[in-house]
């Protein structure tokens, strides 16, 4: 499950950049 969270962190952040 924290595999899972970490992943979804990255995706967040890459997510902001991406919309930045």
Excluded: A, L, R, W
Excluded at 6 to 18: A, G, H, M, R
């Amino acid at each position: 499950m924290i595999k899972s969270s970490k992943k979804s962190f990255s995706e967040s952040i890459i997510s902001k950049i991406c919309g930045s």
